[in-house]
């Protein structure tokens, strides 16, 4: 899924391209993808973008008077820039949105069709899509240590609540806890303060990282390639791949359809945590140490 990284380069890409330009049509080829029906689409045509906000993962184009378009790309939802009136591809294209320079079209891979777009009119009407959720990169320490300490959870769960953290997903919060040297399923209630502060900083600098990364990758041209597994990420999406700091062996937790990666030598102390569905399949097997489980 698309996160704080990603959709701050998106934005960056649309503004260059879409303010000041207005919204002809939109074909929208998904019955699925439209979520709302007042106000209606049609009732944003002709209208020029005046700005670009993220509201968590998802992007939002602000129109005249007041009328926002609202894309959550979910998981596998993608955007790409087009000459104008090119058509949305194949089984994979959800819509397209016409501008009097090029075209906007949003594609989404599989076949669950997550994708959604809301039409909003006003800036209450826009804010009851968002969770709420702290914007870390604008939050102060103290801020911070308030929303993920308000309810007793997992620090894996308290970064990817949308109503605790904006933006942050399964990727980045991987990335986060490993530079926070935290486990995956320590309790924010049992954090000690240095351990809250650490967290603070690596979100913080995870994120300003990454963002630069992406839009260098970018160079000015429209995101290509929008992925949550990069080359150059410590963890995520590396399961027994050497950790780029001890060189442990990269482990995981797998959980319906996703995927926790963490480095136990570096988060946990030396212990693998239990998988789900292997640990419950293989009982009293199951090695629970680092140096039990066989290198890659």
Not at 35 to 43: A, E, F, G, N
Request: glycine share 8%.
């Amino acid at each position: 899924m698309p996160e704080l990284p990603d959709v701050t380069v998106y934005i960056e890409s649309l503004e260059t391209r879409l303010e000041g330009q207005a919204l002809l049509d939109a074909r929208i080829v998904s019955p699925l993808l439209l979520r709302t029906v007042d106000p209606p689409l049609r009732s944003c045509f002709g209208k020029r973008v005046r700005r670009l906000r993220r509201l968590g993962k998802r992007v939002a184009i602000g129109l005249d008077d007041e009328y926002w378009l609202v894309l959550h790309l979910m998981i596998a939802g993608r955007l790409h820039w087009r000459r104008p009136g090119a058509k949305p591809p194949g089984k994979r294209g959800l819509a397209a949105f016409d501008f009097s320079n090029g075209t906007l079209i949003l594609t989404e891979a599989g076949s669950k069709k997550r994708a959604s777009l809301h039409v909003a009119r006003g800036e209450a009407s826009l804010e009851r899509l968002h969770r709420g959720g702290l914007e870390v990169l604008e939050a102060s320490l103290g801020e911070f240590r308030d929303a993920i300490c308000a309810r007793n959870r997992t620090a894996k769960r308290a970064l990817t609540d949308p109503s605790v953290c904006s933006g942050i997903g399964n990727a980045y919060s991987d990335e986060i806890l490993h530079r926070a040297r935290l486990s995956p399923i320590a309790l924010t209630g049992k954090l000690g303060s240095e351990d809250i502060e650490r967290l603070y900083h690596a979100a913080r600098d995870v994120l300003r990282e990454w963002v630069d990364r992406l839009r260098a990758e970018a160079r000015g041209r429209f995101p290509r390639n929008v992925t949550a597994f990069r080359e150059g990420m410590a963890v995520h999406g590396r399961y027994r791949m050497p950790c780029p700091d001890c060189s442990a062996p990269v482990q995981r937790i797998r959980y319906a359809s996703k995927e926790t990666n963490y480095c136990a030598r570096c988060q946990t102390g030396g212990r693998v945590l239990a998988d789900r569905s292997l640990s419950r399949l293989l009982r009293s097997d199951w090695p629970r140490e680092l140096e039990d489980h066989s290198a890659p």
